[in-house]
């Protein structure tokens, strides 16, 4: 052993110096250069830090930085998470999406443009006027839809939820409801 590496290691060092900090790590554990200053010191961790991904290597395990666009990563050339200003797509980092694609500006990817879906029209309501149904030749049916789907930014724009259309019924009088 070097006179200037110490085996009575802290903070999951196998071996380490006073000014370098971790010169090795304990198994699982992974190596990560961090920088105070001008001075750079190792340090052992469970886990890599944001902006660096892991390796596992037989002799030790890496941290190592990710793309300069990207915020957290899997490996080198797979982001997680990208940096401000830039949109998720398969992994990479874009300023602006692929065509066919939106930039979701909550989750930071982009995502399939949805359009609007509405079922089926419902069958025409009775022809009413002033909500009765007798004692008139022309009143008004009304049939309604459901929104299915709600578009995306870029989707297409929902259609009317309701229709109404003039109707003529076989004039009828209204049934007697006592004198008043």
């Known amino acids: 052993v070097h ?46 830090p944001s ?4 390796t596992r290597y037989p002799d030790i395990n890496k941290c190592a930085k990710c793309k300069a666009d990207c ?20 992994g990479k980092c874009l300023e602006k999406c692929p065509n066919g694609l939106e930039a979701n500006n909550h989750t930071m990817e982009c995502t399939s443009i949805v359009h609007c879906e509405a079922s089926e029209w419902s069958p025409w309501s009775p022809c009413t006027k002033k909500g009765k149904t007798c004692g008139f030749k022309k009143g008004n049916e009304v049939r309604v839809r459901e929104i299915v789907q709600h578009p995306s930014a870029r989707g297409n724009p929902c259609p009317a939820t309701s229709e109404s259309r003039k109707c003529i019924v076989q004039r009828k009088r209204c049934q007697k409801e006592g004198k008043g």
Not at 51 to 54: A, D, I, K, L, P
Not at 71 to 90: A, D, P, Q, V
Request: proline fraction near 3%; charge should be positive; hydrophobic fraction near 25%.
């Open 3 to 48: 006179p200037n590496v110490s085996q009575g290691c802290q903070g999951g060092c196998a071996t380490c110096s006073d000014y370098n900090g971790c010169l090795s790590c304990k198994p699982r554990l992974f190596f990560v250069l961090e920088r105070i200053g001008m001075k750079q010191i190792g340090v052992c961790l469970s886990s890599c």
């Open 51 to 54: 902006g660096y991904y892991g």
């Open 71 to 90: 915020e957290t990563c899997f490996t080198r050339n797979f982001c997680t998470k990208c940096k401000s200003g830039f949109y998720l797509y398969s």
